[in-house]
T-cell receptor, first 113, second 108 residues
Framework: EAQVTQNPRYLITVTGKKLTVTCSQN?????MSWYRQDPGLGLRQIYY???????DKGDVPEGYKVSRKEKRNFPLILESPSPNQTSLYFC????????????FGPGTRLTVT | GIQVEQSPPDLILQEGANSTLRCNFS?????LQWFHQNPWGQLINLFY???GTKQNGRLSATTVATERYSLLYISSSQTTDSGVYFC??????????FGTGTSLTVIP
């Protein structure tokens, strides 16, 4: 089944404790992206990657890191999480080019205390 | 970035009613998608529609790219249609921008 998977689905952590949220897709998509969703703000793009070893900042990259060492994986790293990073996070992927829709993972609900 | 505005922000419908959701965007775009976020938080693709009209069952969508808006039509609404509907656009440069959504509640 074609899908985007994220782990963990739920995470409660404390301020300053480094964490990684994994994202994997099995559709051989070149493009992958991370978003955060906050009440009243819709989804905002954190980082995106056009292909292996190519990453770019979205609208809200501060406090986050990403890497793209393999085509299928695009982990999101919070090196020193803070309470304002409490949010619902989504990973997405699609083929590159002008005419391809995005497919989203199930989301990761992160709480930083 | 691009401004994406959705209206109305909230909508309550009786089961069986029809509705139209609107998405306005401030600049030309390459792609436009409509999503439904169900009560469990899952984002479901509804339409990929950078221009033209598409239909899928009780749902249809129209995008008029030259006038920078898109419409999502829901006919004969059902309680399972409840949730939040998002419009998302992509411009050259591969960045995506989402609207703040329309929250739909369908009551039996």
């Amino acid at each position: 089944e074609a899908q985007v998977t994220q782990n963990p689905r739920y995470l409660i952590t404390v301020t300053g404790k480094k964490l990684t949220v994994t994202c994997s897709q099995n559709m051989n998509h070149e493009y992958m992206s991370w978003y955060r969703q906050d009440p009243g703000l819709g989804l905002r793009q954190i980082y995106y990657s056009m292909n292996v070893e190519v990453t770019d900042k979205g609208d809200v990259p501060e406090g986050y890191k990403v890497s793209r060492k393999e085509k299928r994986n695009f982990p999101l790293i919070l090196e020193s999480p803070s309470p304002n990073q409490t949010s619902l996070y989504f990973c997405a992927s699609r083929r590159t080019g002008l005419s391809h829709e995005q497919y989203f993972g199930p989301g990761t609900r992160l709480t930083v205390t | 970035g691009i401004q994406v505005e959705q209206s109305p922000p909230d909508l309550i419908l009786q089961e069986g009613a029809n509705s139209t959701l609107r998405c306005n965007f401030s600049d030309s775009v390459n792609n436009l998608q409509w999503f439904h976020q169900n009560p469990w938080g899952q984002l479901i693709n509804l339409f990929y529609i950078p221009s033209g009209t598409k239909q899928n069952g009780r749902l249809s969508a129209t995008t008029v790219a030259t006038e920078r808006y898109s419409l999502l039509y829901i006919s004969s609404s059902q309680t399972t249609d409840s949730g939040v509907y998002f419009c998302a656009v992509e411009r050259a440069g591969n960045q995506f921008y989402f609207g703040t959504g329309t929250s739909l509640t369908v009551i039996p």
